[in-house]
């Protein structure tokens, strides 16, 4: 993976990338917000030099460690669910590549996220000065299961790996009025899941469409 070679952005990765945000309004993405949040980060810089030619295909990659960065829609469809605003304090379980960090706060989100593999999570650092651009990101190395409780509650929490439950712990560190997003099933493919923690705690929970994450593992790795 070689990926810590300075990166450029230019007029050719500004244009495919206009061309995957229409091509996400296409399938669906409504909220101009998230729209222009994709518009804005550069899907390339979190990839592998020889993908940067199709970095903007609504497709998945492989990282490092056998796990990947989401497909553009997927990444843009949890966003929209998530109704994010200014300033909200947002959990992220699943930090993966640091894409889906970078766009929530690039909608002017505090982020919160978590990553159990070692690797990964100094893979980051060390490769991704980028992330840089945006100081209201906070990166941890420990269990999504868990959840950060001394950061608890937060405003809203997206899970971007397929998990086989909703962590209990995570709905109690859901604030209430909080939107939760999270792919539930087992292997082969998850339900998109939006539970929505009312002001007198009440749960609501809706399914919403089929997608096929790597799974969420138990403890941290490293
Ligand atoms: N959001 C990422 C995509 C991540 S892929 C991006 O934008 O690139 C899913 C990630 O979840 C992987 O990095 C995997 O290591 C991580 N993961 C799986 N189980 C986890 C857990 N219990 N706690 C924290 N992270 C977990």
């Not at 960065?69 to 994010?84: D, G, K, R």
């Not at 766009?103 to 989100?109: D, F, K, N, T, V």
Request: proline share 5%; with cysteine; aromatic share 12%.
């Amino acid at each position: 993976m070689q990926i810590d070679k300075p990166k450029e952005d230019t007029y050719l990765h500004k244009g495919m990338r206009k061309q995957l945000v229409d091509s996400l309004r296409s399938k669906g993405i409504k909220d101009e917000k998230v729209l222009a949040a994709i518009n804005n980060v550069p899907r390339h810089f979190f990839l592998d030099t020889a993908f940067e030619r199709i970095a903007y295909e609504d497709r998945a990659f492989e990282i490092l460690a056998k796990q990947t960065i989401s497909h553009p829609f997927t990444v843009a469809f949890q966003t929209e669910l998530l109704q994010i605003k200014k300033f909200d304090k947002v959990l992220e379980i699943g930090t993966g590549s640091a894409y889906q960090s970078c766009i929530l706060a690039e909608m002017g989100a505090m982020v919160f996220s978590v990553e159990r593999q070692r690797e990964l999570y100094d893979f980051v650092d060390k490769n991704f000065s980028f992330i840089k651009k945006y100081p209201m990101i906070r990166r941890f190395y420990g269990d999504g299961y868990v959840g950060l409780p001394t950061f608890a509650p937060f405003d809203k929490i997206i899970v971007t790996a397929g998990a086989p439950f909703v962590p209990e712990k995570l709905i109690e560190q859901l604030k209430p009025g909080g939107i939760f997003v999270i792919p539930v099933g087992d292997g082969n493919g998850q339900r998109m899941l939006k539970i929505t923690k009312e002001i007198d705690h009440k749960i609501i929970t809706e399914e919403l469409g089929d997608f096929d994450f790597v799974p969420m593992l138990e403890g941290r790795n490293g």
